[in-house]
């Protein structure tokens, strides 16, 4: 059937229809309009109308950009609760920027290397890179759902390889000491649930003093203020208890306070205590690879220890070098009586004259 100029067309790619019509800014637009022609019709024949009748047409297919999936995403961690101020900075700031104006139905592989290209030309890791990208293709797969049904497919996004990304930071019985002297006094019970549990730092500051059990020796956490809303259960061990019953003995509300206040930010305290003790690079997250190694060296199984500070999947452990370190940590609790005994029965070798 020949229609009647700039009433619009329907077109097949691949097995799927698309419509195309002029809207109300005399520009061509284009969308998905369906799996069979029946569909992509009746949709043209709304479009067409919204524009003839001056109604805003909702955009879609051909007129979504990464820029738009993007901001769906970031609805979405709010809506689900999360906290969306990192990933809408990385929406913003960093992928907008480069890709945001490109139609995210017609987004490319090779549109995505070449913004990872740039990203290796100003020198960002690959891992940084790597988070980048999972925002990308989360977003992009939102967009495609059935719920929102923006694009037609979500093209692939790739994740690059970050073998050589093995995190090492880890602190040592006196390392921590140190640190817990130069930090302030009210940031010393933070560091030593970090230190002994490995819960993350934003699970922890909204730790409440009603998931404290004292007669058990458990914190409870719950689901909604972990990060893979998975609930978690700690155990209360050394210096633990002397802060929980300080808490306690207060009444407060929140486990961690200053002043009567939750605490939300510590970063400049952190900097500063970490200089005065001699450890300019650690950061917070080299408590929770610490508290992992030192449960496992301990004795624990990997499903316990991740069970405790929450990680969801072994292979976490695996990129933190931890299982091997516990392991030979293990070994070598065991051979060194051995070693000391076979010294004190007098056991040794000696060398023939030359």
Same mark, same amino acid.
């Given at each position: 059937?020949k229609?009647? @100029?700039k009433?619009g ?8 229809f698309?419509?195309?019509y !002029? ?7 284009e ?19 919204e524009?003839?009748?001056g ?6 297919g ?14 979405? @961690?709010?809506r689900?609760?999360k906290?969306a101020?990192i990933?809408?900075?990385r929406?913003?700031? =960093? ?20 913004? =990872? ?7 960002v ?8 990208l ?20 979500a093209v692939?996004?790739p994740?690059?390889?970050e ?6 930071g ?8 140190r ?11 933070l560091?030593?649930?970090a230190y @002994?549990t490995?819960?993350?730092?934003s699970?922890?500051?909204?730790l409440?003093l009603?998931?404290i059990?004292?007669?058990a ?6 689901r909604?203020?972990?990060k893979n ?7 209360i061990?050394?210096?633990m208890?002397?802060?929980c019953?300080?808490a ?5 509300? !929140?486990v ?5 206040k ?5 970063k400049?305290?952190w900097?500063?205590a ?5 450890l ?9 690879r610490?508290? =992992? ?9 990997s499903s316990?220890a991740?069970?405790?500070?929450g990680?969801?999947?072994s ?19 065991l051979?060194e009586?051995?070693?000391k005994?076979?010294?004190?029965q ?7 004259p030359?």
């Amino acid at each position: 059937m020949k229609r009647k @100029y700039k009433s619009g067309s329907v077109r097949e790619r691949n097995g799927k229809f698309y419509v195309r019509y !002029y809207g109300m800014d005399g520009r061509q637009h284009e969308e998905f309009g369906g799996e069979t022609r029946a569909k992509a019709e009746k949709l043209l024949r709304q479009r067409v109308g919204e524009v003839a009748a001056g109604t805003p047409v909702r955009k879609a297919g051909g007129d979504v950009t990464v820029a738009d999936c993007l901001k769906l995403v970031i609805a979405d @961690y709010r809506r689900n609760g999360k906290d969306a101020d990192i990933p809408q900075l990385r929406a913003e700031s =960093v992928i907008g920027p480069v890709i945001g104006h490109e139609r995210a139905a017609s987004l490319t592989p090779r549109a995505i290397w070449a913004y =990872v290209a740039k990203r290796r030309k100003d020198h960002v890791k690959d891992s940084t890179i790597n988070r980048e990208l999972s925002l990308l293709r989360r977003a992009l797969r939102l967009a495609a759902s059935d719920e929102y049904g923006m694009i037609p497919r979500a093209v692939q996004v790739p994740h690059l390889d970050e073998g050589d990304n093995v995190r090492t930071g880890f602190l040592t019985p006196e390392e921590y000491e140190r640190m817990k002297r130069a930090l302030p006094e009210y940031l010393r019970p933070l560091l030593c649930f970090a230190y @002994y549990t490995g819960l993350r730092r934003s699970t922890l500051l909204a730790l409440r003093l009603d998931q404290i059990d004292m007669e058990a020796g458990l914190v409870w956490v719950s689901r909604v203020q972990t990060k893979n809303r998975r609930s978690q259960t700690a155990p209360i061990v050394g210096e633990m208890r002397h802060y929980c019953a300080t808490a306690l003995a207060k009444n407060v509300e !929140y486990v961690f306070e200053n002043a009567g206040k939750p605490i939300k930010s510590f970063k400049n305290a952190w900097h500063t205590a970490r200089v005065e003790a001699g450890l300019p690079k650690l950061m917070f997250h080299d408590l929770r690879r610490t508290a =992992v190694r030192d449960w496992l060296a301990a004795g624990a199984d990997s499903s316990t220890a991740m069970a405790i500070s929450g990680h969801k999947t072994s292979s976490m452990l695996e990129r933190y070098n931890i299982i091997d370190a516990a392991n030979v940590q293990r070994a070598a609790a065991l051979r060194e009586p051995k070693i000391k005994l076979r010294g004190e029965q007098g056991e040794t070798v000696k060398m023939k004259p030359s």
